[in-house]
């Protein structure tokens, strides 16, 4: 630690350890924060990802629109844990297309600083035949 004397000779001590406790947590905040994107951005395209793999599960004329959600799920859970990610994933057949739709929501580390993430992520595929 650091002695600092006023021009009168009173000592003022710990004035540079407040600093840099503060700029320490500030920095470890800020870190948290850019970790917390980065997780979030995987999340995100592994949640693409899943409903890519889901409507080509569907595209064979034959296949049923559970064969979709299953693909889809079987990706998800290969990629994306519950704690991370809540996703409510559906698909559907749209005339010659198969469509997946999924909400996503991704919880913030620091939820007084960031708000939790929401998003609607869409996929769809034109069938054979």
Same mark, same amino acid.
């Given at each position: 630690?650091?002695?600092?004397?006023?021009? %009168?000779?009173?000592?003022?001590? *710990?004035?540079?350890?407040?600093?840099?406790?503060? +700029?320490? $947590?500030?920095?470890? &905040?800020?870190?948290?924060?850019?970790?917390?994107?980065?997780?979030?951005?995987?999340?995100? +395209?592994?949640?693409?990802?899943? /409903?890519?793999? +889901?409507?080509?599960?569907?595209?064979?004329?034959?296949?049923?629109?559970? $064969?979709?959600?299953?693909?889809?799920?079987? &990706?998800?859970?290969?990629?994306?844990? =519950?704690?991370?990610?809540?996703?409510?994933?559906?698909?559907?057949?749209? *005339?010659?297309?198969?469509? =997946? %739709?999924?909400?996503?929501?991704?919880?913030?580390?620091?939820?007084?600083?960031?708000?939790?993430?929401?998003?609607? /992520?869409? $996929? $769809?595929?034109?069938?054979? +035949?």
């Amino acid at each position: 630690m650091r002695r600092q004397f006023s021009s %009168d000779g009173d000592e003022d001590l *710990g004035f540079a350890t407040i600093q840099y406790v503060l +700029g320490v $947590a500030l920095s470890l &905040v800020l870190l948290v924060l850019i970790a917390n994107l980065l997780v979030d951005v995987y999340a995100r +395209g592994a949640v693409r990802d899943a /409903l890519d793999e +889901g409507v080509r599960a569907s595209v064979p004329i034959d296949a049923p629109v559970s $064969a979709c959600e299953q693909r889809a799920h079987d &990706v998800l859970s290969d990629l994306v844990r =519950a704690p991370v990610a809540a996703v409510d994933l559906r698909c559907r057949r749209d *005339g010659a297309r198969v469509v =997946a %739709d999924a909400r996503v929501s991704m919880r913030s580390w620091l939820p007084l600083l960031v708000p939790d993430w929401r998003m609607n /992520l869409h $996929a $769809a595929a034109l069938s054979e +035949g």
